[in-house]
């Protein structure tokens, strides 16, 4: 398990291929689509630490949001969230006691969902 968001930013830098990095975020680039990987606190409750991950879909005013949003009801995990005018397909994860293999399998499922909606649209 990750001790610190330091720990888990190694691992994702060690583990995939990264083109952009920094303490803020981590930049990946998985089979079709970019995923984003950065350290916050959950909008529930601000002192609880997450770690964020999202992978861009399209730009918000080039899309039917509400298509976008009926395709994704089929996805397993991920919610859609606007960020910087583009929709991503967005997945909080606890730090805490967050494990290697579980951060591993949402990012991939993450990118995985946001390529799925990309050919809907």
Not at 59 to 74: F, G, I, N, R, T
Not at 86 to 99: D, I, N, R, S, Y
Request: aromatic share 4%; with cysteine; glycine share 4%.
């Amino acid at each position: 398990m990750f001790a610190s968001w330091d720990e888990c930013l190694a691992h994702i830098i060690e583990t995939f291929e990264s083109d952009d990095s920094s303490s803020i975020h981590a930049r990946l680039r998985l089979e079709a689509n970019p995923a984003m990987v950065w350290h916050g606190t959950s909008t529930a409750d601000p002192d609880y630490a997450v770690v964020h991950i999202a992978s861009p879909i399209a730009p918000a005013d080039k899309m039917d949001l509400l298509h976008v949003a009926a395709a994704s009801e089929d996805l397993p995990l991920g919610a859609l969230r606007i960020m910087n005018n583009t929709v991503h397909v967005h997945q909080g994860l606890p730090l805490a006691g967050l494990e290697p293999e579980r951060l591993d399998h949402t990012i991939r499922l993450i990118v995985t969902e946001a390529h799925a909606l990309i050919k809907e649209i």
